[in-house]
């Protein structure tokens, strides 16, 4: 116990002496950090200048980029409702359904060609 007692406070005093630090560890240390953070701010500025060189060039893209003309929809055939029409009047269902839509729309009915009643002709 006695050797205990002896042997701590030494042993405290060793370690305090390793972890204080001088006045020049400290201004070492401030100079380290200042000298990082310099460091760091001048990446962030080239980072920041990449990023806004890249895109003025893709805006530039962009506007010399030739814009697609918007491709002509395909001219809608002009039906006569008033004529009565067979699924054998149709080359497919697509065709027989489009006219029948456009048939109740303008008001003549579906021309009895959606037998099934579930919204597409000549099924």
Same mark, same amino acid.
């Given at each position: 116990?006695?050797?205990?007692?002896?042997?701590?406070?030494?042993?405290?005093?060793?370690?305090?002496?390793?972890?204080?630090?001088?006045?020049?560890?400290?201004?070492?240390?401030?100079?380290?950090?200042?000298?990082?953070?310099?460091?760091?701010?001048?990446?962030?500025?080239?980072?920041?200048?990449?990023?806004?060189?890249?895109?003025?060039?893709? *805006? $530039?893209?962009?506007?010399? +980029?030739?814009?697609?003309?918007?491709?002509?929809?395909?001219? &809608?055939? #002009? =039906? @006569?409702?008033?004529?009565?029409?067979?699924?054998?009047?149709f080359?497919?269902?697509? *065709? $027989?359904?489009?006219?029948? +839509?456009?048939?109740?729309?303008?008001?003549f009915?579906?021309? &009895?060609? #959606? =037998? @099934?009643?579930?919204?597409?002709?000549?099924?």
């Amino acid at each position: 116990m006695l050797l205990a007692w002896k042997v701590i406070p030494c042993a405290w005093h060793t370690h305090l002496t390793i972890v204080e630090e001088t006045p020049e560890d400290q201004k070492q240390r401030v100079l380290e950090e200042e000298a990082a953070l310099r460091k760091f701010e001048e990446e962030h500025k080239r980072a920041q200048a990449e990023r806004d060189s890249l895109a003025a060039k893709r *805006e $530039a893209e962009e506007k010399n +980029k030739p814009q697609p003309k918007p491709e002509p929809k395909p001219a &809608r055939p #002009d =039906y @006569n409702f008033k004529e009565d029409k067979d699924c054998s009047d149709f080359s497919n269902s697509t *065709e $027989a359904t489009a006219f029948m +839509k456009a048939s109740k729309a303008a008001g003549f009915g579906d021309h &009895r060609l #959606d =037998y @099934n009643h579930d919204g597409i002709a000549c099924n």
